[in-house]
């Protein structure tokens, strides 16, 4: 599945600190109901089966929705399972290996909190970037608040799209407004809230708006 901008509108990627009573794959649907656009599996803590279980499981769902399932760091899974593609941080595989495992028509992110970490993920076949955090994280409380000029001067350094991340909310989205960026990339501000498929509606809205 080749990328289309449009995928990145409203850019999920999935957490489990707030699943209550609830499975990952039920919240999963809750916000494909919403609206959402693409889906990314980030799982840092979990046995490896575990994580290639919920990764099928998921990858089915995003089918069914229509929507690229991309998987977080774990390149060689992403090709035993079929799935879209990776994104991969600044201390995970590098861009070009995981171009080079996946192949020219897998979908690869990178993370890039530079103008030049985006050069660099551009030269090397990244298709976007995800950059932040944009209002600081609940999810990675060491991640500092990305100056909105720094995100406008990344997207203006490259031709590919790029994804703002980092404590975005429906409350907040709308100070990115004029930046550049192609969409936003969602994990409390959906996953963390009472309705999932609202948040992710409500917030799919004024991405259409701004």
Request: aromatic content about 4%; hydrophobic content about 40%; proline content about 2%.
């Amino acid at each position: 599945m080749k990328l289309q901008k449009d995928d990145l509108l409203l850019y999920a990627i999935t957490d489990r600190s707030w699943l209550g009573d609830s499975t990952l794959t039920e919240q999963v649907e809750k916000a494909l109901k919403g609206g959402i656009t693409m889906l990314q599996l980030r799982e840092k803590n979990m046995p490896y089966e575990q994580v290639r279980q919920t990764a099928i499981e998921l990858k089915t769902l995003c089918r069914k929705y229509s929507i690229p399932f991309i998987i977080n760091d774990y390149v060689e899974l992403a090709k035993e399972i079929g799935a879209d593609g990776v994104h991969v941080g600044q201390s995970d595989t590098s861009v070009s290996r995981a171009r080079a495992l996946l192949g020219e028509n897998a979908i690869i992110g990178a993370t890039a909190k530079t103008v030049e970490q985006a050069l660099e993920a551009q030269e090397q076949g990244a298709d976007y970037l995800g950059s932040g955090a944009v209002f600081g994280s609940g999810t990675k409380l060491d991640a500092k608040p990305m100056e909105h000029a720094l995100l406008q001067s990344i997207c203006e350094a490259v031709s590919i799209p790029v994804v703002a991340i980092g404590g975005i909310t429906r409350e907040n989205v709308s100070a990115l407004k004029g930046r550049g960026m192609s969409g936003i990339a969602v994990i409390g501000g959906i996953f963390g809230q009472e309705d999932l498929q609202l948040a992710a509606s409500e917030l799919k809205k004024i991405m259409q708006e701004i």
